[in-house]
């Protein structure tokens, strides 16, 4: 009987193995770009982030991103799709051929170094922490945090940051969550994108209440692609192609990003 | 690494049973406790039970996680779960307690509306206490009647324990998406699958047998 | 003195009267059968008197003990209506045994419960009114194991074991079988024949004629007519109940 379990429990496992390998079959992934060429669209994975990817008020999306993919989407002939998808499943997803690309303002982190394959940084980003403003002048060093608790996405460059500095943090499933955290009191602060934070707290947004302090550390964004796929050294030429002929300081300013632009 | 996701899986999917352990302890007898007050001739009590049963049946579970963990900060500036593992899994727990009262309080009334009048006149004209005709007479009839649906409903509990991760109480589901993010690898997710199957079917193992042990009247 | 007096007896409910003003006696040992069409009163009358309804006005007295009056307001406690509706037994339409207890535990449950004695003693008295009922190798089943004339059969035997007074039938052959109900009746007459005393709300006019004593004729909430059994039967003297006997026997 004993035996009998064990050999279906593996036999499940193995079963579930080969799914997710079938997604990341090499071969397949290294003829990336000829696939996207053949089936006529870039399907592109991204979250509501502004200003990197979100939507107008035509419903449309655009966005720093979202502009930049369609350049792309442009010289490689095909249509690009907007896919919203969960971001903590976003190697699913790619894996899954649900998606192509991962360009959502994507922190390079280890994790995600480690499981796609990533184009060069294009931008820079800060992790920042989000607190209610009348606490905000006590805590303005590093030093103060240590007795809060924090809010951060799980995985996220954020979650990194607390977890380098020794924070007392919990993991939630995106920075919107975070913040609301804090809104809601169940968590003292939050550690989001400083991109993010400019978009969504302060005057004139849903957290008029919330302010971002202590700068904690600084990351680049990179846009991910399946493990050993050729698109991302397509996309990397297509960057620098943007960057002489300027339409990365274009479409920067359009979105107030250009300071954060990594020159090359 | 087979053995290390499985132990990380394990001390997941303790939280989750803990989850639906201490669920099923409030919500059974809490379940009753309503499902007798919908019944009740005294309108300033099952008005506003019919009330609550109908909103907590007819929204989300996911949304009444959100709104009873996140709702008091937000709507009324005080926190009262704190922020830690403890204030969310009781945070969690008390949703699923309301949510799932709610379901069982359904089923205890139709279990006790199914058992015919004259079972209880019976018990009257042979001189039976209220309290005799229940438990002597009425109960193990009840029992009967809602044990198939009780099943369900526990089963799909196990279940929807996963949604817990929206307040970011840890669960099973959380700790294999967990390997996604650590290790770029997509298997203990699956996997978590296995966990569900097997205590699923336990349970099914052991509602068969209750079904069985009843099964000698009608 | 009659050993039941029921005077005067008033029942509606909601804007309709069930019972206009049922007064009758029941002598100690007599059998009286209530006959009359469906929707005439009978068995809210017999509900009446096992409280399972409360009467809007009369009184009903058992051995000249009060047990009953609508003019005294006072509330009786729960405790106080379980003690005097034991005068009263009630074999149903429908038996009503409780399925999850074998045939010989249904009859042993109620003196169980009322502390009537020790264990050895309540299974003797059970065994051997289930003998009485023709169904000693019956006792270990279950209702859904037996036919409804051995149910009905056990539901009489139930009723007994708490010694009633009065023992009442709502129709006890009406949910059977046409060929089931002889075996019923066969054990009621026989109670008639040991003196018990039995108030039988019956359709069956011969069973009524040659085992009840009296016969009470009820038509629209009123007694129309009682009497001698085979007297009211054979020869009605009101012209409803003549007109309810012929209908009876056409059909």
Redesign the interface.
Known sequence: MKTRCRKI?SL??AG??T??LAGCGKQSAAKDVDYIKNKGTLVVGITDFAPMDYKDDDGNWIGFDADLAKKVGEDLGVKVKFEEIDW??K??EL?NKTIDVVWNGMTLTD?VK???SCTDAYCTNAQVVVLPQDKADQYKDEDSLKNL?F?VE??SAGEEAAKDKGLGY????SQS?AL??V??????AAIIDLIMAGAMIGEGTSYPKLTHTVELTSEKYGIGCRKGSDLTEYINKEISKFYSDGTMEEIGKKYGVQEALIKK | MFVEVTLSLLKGFLSTVELFALTLLFALPLGLLIGLGEKSKIKVISLPLKFIIWVIRGTPLMLQLLLIFYGPGILFGYNVWGGNSLGRFVAALVAFVINYSCYFAEIYRGGIQSIPVGQYEAGEVLGMTHSQIFRKVVLLQVIKKIVPPMSNEIITLVKDTSLARVISSYEIIWAGESFIKSAGIIWPLFYTGVFYLVFSGLLTLLFNYIEKRLSYFR | MALLEVKNIKKSFGSTQVLHDISFDLNKGEAISIIGSSGSGKTTLLRCLNFLERPDAGTITVDGKLLFDASDKNKFSEEEIRKRRLHFGLVFQNFNLFPQYTALENVMLAPKLLNEGDDAELKANAEKLLDQMGLSDRMGNYPHQLSGGQQQRVAIARALALHPDVLCFDEPTSALDPELTGEVLKVIRELAENKTTMIIVTHEMAFARDVADRVIFMDGGVIVEQGDAREVINNPKEERTRQFLSSYSKK
């Open positions: 429990v499940i496992l579930l193995m799914l997710s903590d499943n190697i699913l894996n994790e480690n499981s796609m608790s809010a799980a995985g919990t993991s939630v499933d969550k609301m955290e809104a809601a009191g169940t968590s003292d």
